[in-house]
């Protein structure tokens, strides 16, 4: 099963599910985001397969979301979309895609709905929190 994650190694959300993901047996293909950042179209693609309005993709917190007054709901789709392609780090995340759908892995657990194999047993994330699966 192919399994994608746009990743951010600064995260420890993103770390857990990447860690979750692996520990089901599957390696999947990172995409380091802020590295390597979504078309436009790719984004779309993204939201429109999550069934979410592109504002719930949005970051706040830890990036220039406040700054640019991202919270006027004067902002359109596009708009938005237009500041996540200049400043990726508004782009939530992990986003998981699978053959199962897509979806932003918030909380990291969500991910095992996604995966082949979500009975990956006993799992400790990173803040100590115990996941059975």
Not at 36 to 58: D, H, W
Not at 93 to 121: F, M, Q, W, Y
Request: charged share 25%.
């Amino acid at each position: 099963m192919s399994v994608t994650i746009y990743h951010n190694p600064d995260c420890g959300t993103s770390r857990n599910t990447l860690a979750m993901i692996r520990q089901s047996g599957v390696e999947p293909t990172i995409i380091e985001y802020l590295k390597a950042p979504p078309s436009r179209e790719r984004l779309k693609e993204l939201v429109a397969a999550m069934n979410i309005p592109v504002r719930a993709l949005l970051r706040e917190r830890g990036t220039p979301y406040k700054e640019l007054g991202l919270d006027d709901p004067k902002w359109t789709d596009e708009q938005l979309i237009d500041q996540m392609l200049a400043h990726p780090i508004l782009i939530n995340r992990p986003i998981v895609v699978t053959p199962k759908g897509v979806r932003l892995c918030r909380p990291s657990e969500a991910v095992l709905d996604l995966l082949p194999n979500p009975h990956i047993g006993r799992f400790v994330k990173e803040d100590g929190e115990v996941i059975e699966s």
